[in-house]
T-cell receptor
Framework: AQSVTQPDIHITVSEGASLELRCNYS??????LFWYVQSPGQGLQLLLK??????LVQGIKGFEAEFKRSQSSFNLRKPSVHWSDAAEYFC??????????????FGQGTILTVHP | ETGVTQTPRHLVMGMTNKKSLKCEQH?????MYWYKQSAKKPLELMFV???????ENNSVPSRFSPECPNSSHLFLHLHTLQPEDSALYLC????????????FGPGTRLTVL
């Protein structure tokens, strides 16, 4: 069964500092990986996705993530955080076959607080 | 309207009430999903519809009854709910099932008294 672990429940950074949110997944084949962001009272917005090819993917709002198969990781990074980045971030793995075809499995989420 | 819309945004209901949540997608997608988001728990997939056919039901209690009359609309009918069913219910859609990103609506915040 596929699973996603986000080890950090809550991270606090200062505005302008760099950011890395961790994501580890468990999946038997090549995964489809996603990062979503959720602002309070809102739905989830896709930041970026990895399906295949270049393991460093660029997303919206200046975010990037790197797929590392050997570490089963898909960490999200941003070189300089803005106050508007404060939100909850979800990593997800998608299945492309079997009985779970089309299913997204989400991590617990990481809440990001940004200090001015 | 654009994207995925959900109504109502907030709903308070008693355990004996019957209510429905509505989701509409304006993206021309063929797959739609219901998720439950509870505090301190990961998002839980409840139902998947592909081309109006229910293709997945993740052991959801029968007090939740989905309906997909066409590829643009998805309903979640609620009856005799329990307080533990209080959560944010999110609807999502994707172009085809199992491929590409899912687009989420803003959710319905449900409180069961």
């Amino acid at each position: 069964a596929q699973s996603v672990t986000q080890p950090d429940i809550h991270i606090t950074v200062s505005e302008g500092a760099s950011l890395e949110l961790r994501c580890n997944y468990s999946y038997g084949a090549t995964p489809y990986l996603f990062w979503y962001v959720q602002s309070p009272g809102q739905g989830l917005q896709l930041l970026l996705k990895y399906f295949s090819g270049d393991t460093l993917v660029q997303g919206i709002k200046g975010f990037e993530a790197e797929f590392k198969r050997s570490q089963s990781s898909f960490n999200l990074r941003k070189p300089s955080v803005h106050w508007s980045d404060a939100a909850e971030y979800f990593c997800a793995v998608g299945s492309a076959g079997g009985t779970s075809y089309g299913k997204l499995t989400f991590g617990q989420g990481t809440i990001l607080t940004v200090h001015p | 309207e654009t994207g995925v819309t959900q109504t109502p945004r907030h709903l308070v209901m008693g355990m004996t009430n019957k209510k429905s949540l509505k989701c509409e997608q304006h993206l021309g997608h063929n797959a739609m999903y219901w998720y439950k988001q509870s505090a301190k728990k990961p998002l839980e997939l409840m139902f998947v519809y592909s081309l109006e056919e229910r293709v997945e039901n993740n052991s959801v209690p029968s007090r939740f009854s989905p309906e997909c009359p066409n590829s643009s609309h998805l309903f979640l009918h609620l009856h005799t709910l329990q307080p533990e069913d209080s959560a944010l219910y999110l609807c999502a859609s994707s172009q085809v099932r199992g491929w590409g990103e899912q687009f989420f609506g803003p959710g319905t915040r449900l409180t069961v008294l």
